[in-house]
T-cell receptor, first 111, second 115 residues
Framework: SQQGEEDPQALSIQEGENATMNCSYK?????LQWYRQNSGRGLVHLIL?????REKHSGRLRVTLDTSKKSSSLLITASRAADTASYFC???????????FGKGTHLIIQP | SAVISQKPSRDICQRGTSLTIQCQVD?????MFWYRQQPGQSLTLIAT?????????ESGFVIDKFPISRPNLTFSTLTVSNMSPEDSSIYLC????????????FGPGTRLTVT
């Protein structure tokens, strides 16, 4: 079953602007991850944040995690046309479990 | 990172038939996962496949409909049985990252259309 809810479901911005996507989840987690999917193809792992971390950076990506609110945000700075994709948050419970994915945000970067 | 391939990449099948999807990894992995992505939707975990044991299915998925094999540490198959148009989806396999990392690496997916 889907645990995460992402908002917005769709986001269209101009190239160079920042894009912020949010994710909420329902149960306790071990880690929260963000993935990108281009045009219904395989997923690419972007960044992982552990439950005891509050913020993490990787290149143009910034992820925050608020476990008290069961929410996370993904910020993409200085967006590029190549960032056009669907973005999903995913949580795991630890151990040898699969991931529970949010509904995703479809991001369109206008050139 | 692991490199994962899937066969077929896409297929169009008639209702009532079955399709077996193959997933090959370029390194030995303990856990493999199968997901379904219905049109315009997110991914849902179908089952976890551990080599040498029966697959563990998530709520809403049953072995009779989605039998899984895991004959060795680099290969798994998922069969979609007695297909109906509702089974039209992208099916993806994935593996855990190495060294206890929880990130997962995904195959390119198999796009299935049932007519």
């Amino acid at each position: 079953s889907q645990q995460g809810e992402e908002d917005p479901q769709a986001l269209s911005i101009q190239e160079g602007e920042n894009a912020t996507m949010n994710c909420s989840y329902k149960t306790s987690i071990n880690n929260l991850q963000w993935y990108r999917q281009n045009s219904g193809r395989g997923l690419v792992h972007l960044i992982l944040i552990r439950s005891n971390e509050r913020e993490k950076h990787s290149g143009r990506l910034r992820v925050t995690l608020d476990t008290s609110k069961k929410s996370s945000s993904l910020l993409i700075t200085a967006s590029r046309a190549a960032d056009t994709a669907s973005y999903f948050c995913a949580t795991d419970r630890g151990g040898a479990d699969g991931l529970t994915f949010g509904k995703g945000t479809h991001l369109i970067i206008q050139p | 990172s692991a490199v994962i391939s899937q066969k077929p990449s896409r297929d169009i099948c008639q209702r009532g038939t079955s399709l077996t999807i193959q997933c090959q990894v370029d390194s030995q992995v303990t856990m493999m996962f199968w997901y379904r992505q219905q049109p315009g939707q997110s991914l849902t975990l179908i089952a976890t496949a551990n080599q040498g044991s029966e697959a563990t299915y998530e709520s809403g998925f049953v072995i009779d409909k989605f039998p899984i094999s895991r004959p060795n540490l680099t290969f798994s198959t998922l069969t979609v049985s007695n297909m109906s148009p509702e089974d039209s989806s992208i099916y993806l396999c994935s593996v855990d990252g190495s060294g206890g990392s929880y990130e997962q690496y995904f195959g390119p997916g198999t796009r299935l259309t049932v007519t």
